[in-house]
């Protein structure tokens, strides 16, 4: 499969994807892609390569000069640092991209922003309803880039958010008691779509 130049690859990120602002990365788009080896990877985020870069430098001077707590409390802060920097991760190169397309699982920018704080520590609920009228619970405990969707719906058929609700199988909604601290009994009676894993690709020009 021929590779896609990593110039078309911006173009059309740029011209099709509204990205995600993020305080630590920078703007974040949001796709699809199928590799050279016609590998698909439906979630992929791509950013600009300097903010990981300076993150990394600054991350790794506060180390070395033992400024991190992590450091102070174990004494392996510096190992670690580089090894989440390093070792972690999934990341995939440019070169190896065959083609970018927009990703069924990224809520356009005007939904993403719904979503507002959490439903009680460590979990965000949220129902979705769509635009021919049916509701479908989400949630996640940390991420939020890409969503699992209901089959035979996109992200982009999502209408409006209701947040911190869910829905019964019966398509009944119901609210979450902010902040709880068990679930309702009812929820073993709802299908929750999570947040999905994903790759990044870091690009100098994008």
């Not at 809520?107 to 635009?131: D, S, V």
């Not at 199988?169 to 999570?194: C, M, N, Q, T």
Request: with cysteine.
């Amino acid at each position: 499969m021929k590779r896609q130049q990593t110039e078309d690859i911006i173009k059309f990120l740029k011209d099709n994807i509204q990205p995600l602002e993020d305080n630590v990365y920078g703007p974040s788009y949001r796709a699809s892609v199928y590799l050279t080896d016609g590998t698909f990877l439906p979630c992929v985020i791509f950013r600009n390569t300097k903010p990981i870069v300076n993150l990394a430098i600054r991350r790794f001077k506060e180390e070395r000069v033992g400024k991190s707590i992590f450091n102070r409390s174990s004494g392996l802060g510096y190992y670690e640092i580089i090894k989440t920097f390093v070792a972690k991760g999934n990341c995939i190169n440019d070169y190896d991209i065959a083609s970018v397309e927009k990703s069924r699982f990224a809520f356009p920018l005007n939904i993403q922003m719904q979503i507002r704080g959490e439903t009680t520590m460590g979990w965000t609920g949220f129902a979705a309803k769509m635009k021919d009228g049916k509701y479908f619970s989400f949630g996640s405990t940390f991420h939020w880039a890409f969503f699992q969707m209901p089959d035979g719906y996109s992200a982009d058929d999502i209408g409006e958010i209701i947040n911190h609700s869910y829905v019964l199988k019966s398509g009944e909604l119901r609210s979450h008691k902010i902040a709880f601290s068990e679930y309702p009994d009812d929820y073993k009676e709802v299908v929750i779509h999570r947040e999905r894993p994903f790759f990044e690709c870091y690009l100098d020009n994008i």
